[in-house]
């Protein structure tokens, strides 16, 4: 496999102020990779992706730079890639726990977007139903000890604010982005763990996430 000398890069920028560009990007080393789990993330990113052209459609440059402000000021979550990567023991199950910790940080980070509205109600909720199925999904490995009840209770609280009329356009927008990073995160764990052993393993070449 060719080397991927940025992709740690790209996926770092992901997780703080995602842009189209960077997942098309990924979506290039998703396919140099290739196999069942990139194919995975695959689909996650393309929908992500998706999503973040629709938005930019219907938003002014100007409420664009402000989500983007916000989104750095709420980063994915307390974990870091570099904390998940070196996390010996069951890191997707520590990072679908940070999710819930993540949702509940946004609120200091509407602040600035409050001032205004986005008007892509069909296009949130079509994010929604995506994200719910692959939260349940993710939460089949990470926490397989939970009844379909629990799981189910698990991912409708996390989805209530997005499915809620209450809510503004533009905090659902907030929120859906940050469990997009989180699905997506949790898509790319396997694939950046096994690329970080096989640098460590003195395979000829430069590591891959150097």
Known sequence: ???????????????????????WKLHTYLLVMGGEEAQRARSTAGVFHS?????????????????????????VSSVSLQELLVERERPLQRL?????AAMLEIGSATQSVRAWEIETSLVHYEAAWYLYGELWDISLVARPELSWQERRAFAERLMLPMLSR???GAVKAMLLIRLFQAVLMARLLPLLTAQGHAGDSGAAGPPVLA
């Open 96 to 100: 679908l726990g940070s999710i819930a």
């Open 51 to 75: 999503y973040l052209q629709d938005l930019e459609s219907k938003i002014s440059s100007r409420q664009a730079s402000r989500l983007a402000a916000a989104l750095a000021t709420a980063a």
């Open 1 to 23: 496999m060719d080397v991927i000398p940025d992709l740690r890069a790209v996926v770092e920028r992901i997780m703080t102020t995602p842009t189209s560009a960077d997942l």
């Open 166 to 168: 209450e809510t503004p």
